[in-house]
Protein backbone atom coordinates (compact mmCIF):
# COMPACT_ATOMS: atom_id res chain seq x y z
CA UNK A 1 0.00 0.00 0.00
CA UNK A 2 2.93 2.37 0.79
CA UNK A 3 4.34 2.06 -2.92
CA UNK A 4 0.65 2.18 -4.37
CA UNK A 5 -1.41 5.36 -5.22
CA UNK A 6 -4.17 3.48 -3.93
CA UNK A 7 -5.58 4.65 -0.72
CA UNK A 8 -8.30 2.01 0.45
CA UNK A 9 -9.13 -1.15 -0.98
CA UNK A 10 -11.65 -3.88 0.28
CA UNK A 11 -11.68 -7.99 -0.08
CA UNK A 12 -14.98 -9.78 0.71
CA UNK A 13 -15.13 -13.13 0.23
CA UNK A 14 -18.24 -14.45 2.05
CA UNK A 15 -18.76 -13.52 5.70
CA UNK A 16 -14.99 -12.42 5.82
CA UNK A 17 -14.22 -8.64 5.06
CA UNK A 18 -10.74 -6.93 4.75
CA UNK A 19 -10.24 -3.77 4.14
CA UNK A 20 -6.59 -1.74 4.08
CA UNK A 21 -6.18 2.27 4.46
CA UNK A 22 -3.49 4.15 3.80
CA UNK A 23 -3.51 6.63 6.48
CA UNK A 24 -4.25 9.84 5.67
CA UNK A 25 -4.34 13.06 7.11
CA UNK A 26 -7.72 14.71 6.87
CA UNK A 27 -7.95 16.91 4.40
CA UNK A 28 -10.15 20.27 4.79
CA UNK A 29 -13.75 19.16 3.76
CA UNK A 30 -15.03 19.92 0.03
CA UNK A 31 -17.48 22.47 0.03
CA UNK A 32 -19.38 22.69 -3.05
CA UNK A 33 -19.44 26.15 -4.93
CA UNK A 34 -22.87 28.10 -4.58
CA UNK A 35 -25.10 28.18 -7.07
CA UNK A 36 -25.33 30.50 -9.83
CA UNK A 37 -27.65 33.09 -8.55
CA UNK A 38 -29.46 34.16 -12.29
CA UNK A 39 -30.00 37.50 -12.10
CA UNK A 40 -31.67 39.34 -15.27
CA UNK A 41 -31.83 43.26 -14.52
CA UNK A 42 -35.37 45.04 -15.63
CA UNK A 43 -34.13 47.83 -18.23
CA UNK A 44 -36.76 50.27 -18.06
CA UNK A 45 -37.75 52.62 -21.38
CA UNK A 46 -35.05 50.47 -23.55
CA UNK A 47 -37.45 48.13 -25.35
CA UNK A 48 -40.50 49.29 -27.38
CA UNK A 49 -43.20 46.63 -25.90
CA UNK A 50 -45.30 48.26 -22.79
CA UNK A 51 -44.46 45.99 -20.07
CA UNK A 52 -46.86 43.29 -18.90
CA UNK A 53 -48.73 43.47 -16.16
CA UNK A 54 -50.10 40.53 -14.12
CA UNK A 55 -53.24 41.77 -13.69
CA UNK A 56 -55.51 43.63 -16.32
CA UNK A 57 -58.17 44.58 -13.39
CA UNK A 58 -57.68 47.68 -11.65
CA UNK A 59 -59.68 45.97 -8.20
CA UNK A 60 -56.72 43.98 -7.75
CA UNK A 61 -53.15 44.41 -5.74
CA UNK A 62 -50.35 41.53 -6.22
CA UNK A 63 -48.47 40.78 -3.11
CA UNK A 64 -44.92 39.63 -3.82
CA UNK A 65 -41.80 38.20 -3.05
CA UNK A 66 -39.62 40.64 -1.06
CA UNK A 67 -36.87 37.90 -1.01
CA UNK A 68 -35.69 34.52 -2.14
CA UNK A 69 -36.75 31.83 -0.26
CA UNK A 70 -39.44 28.90 -0.11
CA UNK A 71 -42.64 29.49 0.48
CA UNK A 72 -44.57 27.45 2.99
CA UNK A 73 -48.39 28.61 3.01
CA UNK A 74 -48.65 27.61 7.03
CA UNK A 75 -46.51 28.20 10.13
CA UNK A 76 -46.21 23.88 10.39
CA UNK A 77 -46.65 21.18 8.39
CA UNK A 78 -49.63 20.56 10.79
CA UNK A 79 -51.20 23.78 10.81
CA UNK A 80 -53.88 25.36 8.72
CA UNK A 81 -52.76 27.71 6.22
CA UNK A 82 -52.66 31.65 7.31
CA UNK A 83 -54.57 32.20 4.28
CA UNK A 84 -57.16 30.93 1.69
CA UNK A 85 -59.12 31.62 -1.63
CA UNK A 86 -61.79 33.73 0.30
CA UNK A 87 -59.62 34.81 3.37
CA UNK A 88 -60.16 38.26 4.39
CA UNK A 89 -56.70 40.41 4.66
CA UNK A 90 -55.82 43.27 6.45
CA UNK A 91 -52.63 45.30 6.26
CA UNK A 92 -50.00 43.46 8.90
CA UNK A 93 -51.87 40.14 8.29
CA UNK A 94 -49.94 37.23 7.94
CA UNK A 95 -50.25 35.33 4.56
CA UNK A 96 -47.11 33.14 4.62
CA UNK A 97 -43.80 32.44 5.36
CA UNK A 98 -41.08 32.60 3.14
CA UNK A 99 -37.72 30.48 4.34
CA UNK A 100 -34.30 32.12 3.47
CA UNK A 101 -31.16 30.73 4.70
CA UNK A 102 -32.82 28.69 7.31
CA UNK A 103 -34.82 31.74 8.89
CA UNK A 104 -38.54 31.49 8.52
CA UNK A 105 -39.84 34.98 7.87
CA UNK A 106 -43.38 35.30 8.06
CA UNK A 107 -45.21 37.68 5.06
CA UNK A 108 -47.76 40.06 5.78
CA UNK A 109 -50.59 41.86 3.69
CA UNK A 110 -50.03 45.23 2.37
CA UNK A 111 -53.21 45.96 1.79
CA UNK A 112 -56.60 45.06 2.75
CA UNK A 113 -58.89 42.58 0.79
CA UNK A 114 -60.09 39.52 -0.44
CA UNK A 115 -57.80 36.55 -1.62
CA UNK A 116 -58.49 35.94 -4.80
CA UNK A 117 -55.68 33.75 -6.44
CA UNK A 118 -52.78 31.85 -4.52
CA UNK A 119 -50.05 31.58 -7.44
CA UNK A 120 -47.40 29.64 -5.60
CA UNK A 121 -47.66 25.84 -4.21
CA UNK A 122 -46.52 24.94 -0.69
CA UNK A 123 -42.80 24.04 -0.54
CA UNK A 124 -42.20 26.31 -4.09
CA UNK A 125 -39.06 28.26 -4.54
CA UNK A 126 -40.01 31.95 -5.42
CA UNK A 127 -37.64 34.81 -5.99
CA UNK A 128 -37.89 38.33 -4.93
CA UNK A 129 -40.81 40.17 -6.21
CA UNK A 130 -42.39 36.90 -7.73
CA UNK A 131 -45.73 37.44 -7.24
CA UNK A 132 -47.60 35.14 -4.24
CA UNK A 133 -51.16 36.34 -3.73
CA UNK A 134 -54.15 38.62 -5.83
CA UNK A 135 -55.86 39.96 -3.85
CA UNK A 136 -59.39 41.86 -4.61
CA UNK A 137 -58.99 45.52 -2.66
Partial sequence: MERSSLAEIEIADGNTRIVLRKNIPAAAPVIPPPAAFNFQPQLTGTTSEPPVSPVSCDNYHIIKSPM???????????????????????????????????????IQSDVSGTIREILVKNGQAVEFGQPLFRVEV
Avoid: R, W
Avoid at 73 to 94: L, M, Y
Fill in 68 to 106: VGTFYSAPSPESEPFVQVGSHVDVDTPVCILEAMKVMNE
